[in-house]
């Protein structure tokens, strides 16, 4: 018996080694497959098709594989407006690609400097001889934004234009957190810091109205002068002042309306879209499909350019990204974990960098974050290195901070940046718990003992040392726009007190040096360090970890593709936005709940086109009965 038990042993022991081998096996062989790359060498001549099915952003979040594959679902497909702008700009000069075919249906919008950005690629493919032809069921601002820019718009019969302009309504929670009897203890620091304004009122203040109505003028005016410029016949006027004799002019046939307004040239399905590309680069060989056409994907053609790319080894300009709300941890990619950027930028610090480009597209986030970063990029100026910054679609409040080591700070006319100011809000529910019976006691020895106590209330001791830490944080804030602009502090206080600025006021009033692009600051980053074009690398910090987002993508898009998921007429459109709205609140909800210390946040930037990475709208559900639970109601 001793004997067979023995056996038996070794047996389980065998098959338990086995078991464990072949699990490791599949992971390594899971891990394999979601990290495979498009092939870069199915590249054929023809047309560059670019369905941009998703969102332009500064960076690319990555999908949690496995969130993905138990949900079986994917979050909404982010393009990186670098990876647009090259491609096409490489597409232009390649002999391989004939035409740019620009396909809209599932394009979600971008921010007003990614769009910018993108459109100028477009000129300089045109610019080329080369045609490019949009396609879409409805356009909205953005889409019509990068559909001016082709040769023909073609649009569904089914769809339309949908122009609404910068602009809406955004909620305020003061009566609600009256009606629920929870107190929001504010403490800030400007007059313009509109950020707390959601809490404590029921509708903007005439500070806070004014600011954003020159903020959402600016934005406008730029959008009607860049679609204005690629297509002088569009009559913007016409769609958007007198929207009802328009529509009656063409008996509320939108498209054919769009037509009639220039806005579009022709009216067609896909398939008919698809056979008169092929009239001008070729039929698909590979394929039967009605409508298709010689073409490559973007994925593939990405992948092909970037083997392609030979750089110099004379000289390094490294690129660190700042995309999204500031936190203190390792959040990101496409949001800024403070800890994760600071050390990137430290393990940069042995890489014998000739020059560092900071690239901004964050509305700010927790003071303390700011800070991190602010003191990383300092170690590298501290250690001789030449620091440029790159505003995006918005550098402002804790955004701004982070800039300030800047010694030259480039913005676009679309950019929103400074907001200098800060806030703290902690919510107490001591009148909450009050109403249910539920009182509190205790002995305390000083003024601060016990506090802040959100379900006593706070004392008045403790209001002081909160809103002093707020005064600090401002006064903090102040010296360091102070030094880095060469003014007063007094002057800075001017230009601050939360105040949102567009990049042509902020250049104005100094706040930035000039206008230009991320490429102009690295150019000027390279001049700095006195280094010739073509002799230097450019590398952005973070961007070489692995990504399952490929071939992930492909195995779940058909239960997550953005063109699949509610209509695509004009008026999803509205629907769109209106979920948007939804998630909107909730995370002001959110936001109020989760207390994360001092912020310097800006409140405009979130409520603006391309703002960053919101719930969704199941996430957004999710947040609701988690707030319903706190408060302890049904």
């Known amino acids: 018996m001793a004997f067979a038990a023995k056996v038996w042993k070794l047996l389980v022991g065998i098959k338990d080694a086995l078991a464990l081998i072949f699990l490791l096996l599949f992971f390594m062989a899971l891990f394999a497959v979601l990290n495979s790359r498009p092939n870069p060498g199915f590249v054929r001549d023809g047309a560059l098709l670019l369905d941009i099915n998703g969102s332009v952003v500064e960076e690319v979040a990555p999908i949690d594989p496995l969130q993905a594959i138990i949900s079986q679902t994917l979050p909404v497909r982010e393009y990186a407006a670098r990876d647009l702008v090259f491609a096409i700009d490489e597409a232009a000069g390649d002999d391989r690609i004939e035409a740019l075919a620009l396909d809209l249906t599932g394009f979600l919008g971008g921010?007003?400097?990614?769009?910018?950005?993108?459109?100028?690629?477009?000129?300089?493919?045109?610019?080329?001889?080369?045609?490019?032809?949009?396609?879409?069921?409805?356009?909205?601002?953005?889409?019509?934004?990068?559909?001016?820019?082709?040769?023909?718009?073609?649009?569904?019969?089914?769809?339309?234009?949908?122009?609404?302009?910068?602009?809406?309504?955004?909620?305020?929670?003061?009566?609600?957190?009256?009606?629920?009897?929870?107190?929001?203890?504010?403490?800030?620091?400007?007059t313009y810091k509109s950020a707390v304004e959601p809490y404590t009122e029921s509708g903007m203040s005439p500070e806070a109205r004014e600011n954003l109505s020159q903020l959402l003028a600016t934005l406008w005016q730029e959008w009607r002068a860049n679609v204005n410029a690629a297509r002088p016949q569009a009559d913007i006027d016409l769609v958007t002042q007198d929207v009802e004799g328009w529509l009656a002019a063409s008996d509320n046939d939108i498209a054919r309306a769009s037509v009639d307004a220039g806005l579009a040239d022709r009216v067609g399905t896909r398939v008919e879209w698809g056979e008169r590309i092929a009239e001008e680069v070729g039929a698909d060989d590979w394929s039967d499909e009605p409508g298709s056409f010689a073409s490559t994907d973007y994925d593939p053609w990405l992948a092909d350019i970037r083997r392609d790319l030979e750089f110099g080894s004379k000289g390094r300009i490294a690129v660190v990204t700042v995309d999204g709300e500031i936190s203190d941890g390792e959040a990101g990619p496409g949001s800024a974990g403070a800890a994760r950027i600071a050390r990137l930028l430290d393990n940069a610090l042995d890489d014998d960098l000739d020059a560092l480009v900071v690239?901004?597209?964050?509305?700010?986030?927790?003071?303390?974050?700011?800070?991190?970063?602010?003191?990383?990029?300092?170690r590298h100026r501290d250690a001789g290195t030449p620091v440029a910054v790159s505003m995006g679609n918005y550098a402002a409040s804790g955004g701004y901070w982070i800039a300030t080591p800047g010694e030259r700070i480039f913005a676009e006319p679309e950019t929103l940046t400074g907001s200098i100011g800060v806030f703290l809000v902690v919510p107490s529910f001591e009148d909450l718990l009050a109403e249910y019976g539920v009182t509190t006691d205790g002995v305390r020895t000083t003024g601060l003992s016990g506090q802040p106590d959100i379900l006593a209330g706070f004392t008045p001791e403790a209001d002081a040392v909160l809103q002093a830490t707020t005064s600090n944080f401002y006064s903090r804030f102040l010296a360091l726009v102070a030094e880095s602009r060469g003014v007063t502090t007094e002057r800075a206080d001017e230009l601050g007190q939360g105040r949102v600025w567009d990049g042509g006021a902020a250049r104005q009033l100094g706040l930035v040096d000039q206008f230009g692009d991320l490429d102009a600051a690295i150019a000027w980053a390279a001049d700095r360090a006195e280094l010739a074009e073509g002799e230097y690398d450019v590398q952005f910090l973070g961007s070489g970890g692995a990504t399952y987002d490929t071939l992930l993508a492909r195995l779940l898009m058909g239960s997550n593709d953005a063109q699949e998921e509610g209509g695509r007429d004009v008026a999803s459109i509205f629907a769109r936005r209106e979920a948007a709205r939804m998630g909107q609140v909730l995370r002001g909800f959110d936001r109020l709940l989760a207390v994360e210390g001092v912020q310097a946040h800006c409140l405009e930037c979130t409520a603006l086109p391309g703002a960053p990475r919101g719930l969704s709208t199941r996430a957004a559900t999710g947040s609701w009965i988690a707030l319903l639970a706190r408060l302890g109601l049904d």
Do not use: C
């Open 111 to 190: 921010g007003a400097v990614h769009m910018s950005e993108v459109s100028g690629a477009l000129d300089r493919f045109s610019a080329a001889g080369k045609p490019i032809y949009a396609y879409a069921y409805a356009y909205g601002d953005d889409a019509m934004l990068l559909a001016a820019h082709a040769d023909e718009i073609w649009v569904d019969p089914m769809g339309g234009v949908a122009i609404t302009g910068p602009g809406g309504e955004s909620p305020y929670f003061a009566q609600a957190l009256d009606r629920f009897n929870i107190t929001a203890n504010v403490y800030r620091v400007g």
């Open 359 to 378: 690239r901004i597209n964050s509305p700010g986030g927790t003071v303390t974050g700011s800070e991190t970063i602010r003191r990383a990029i300092m």
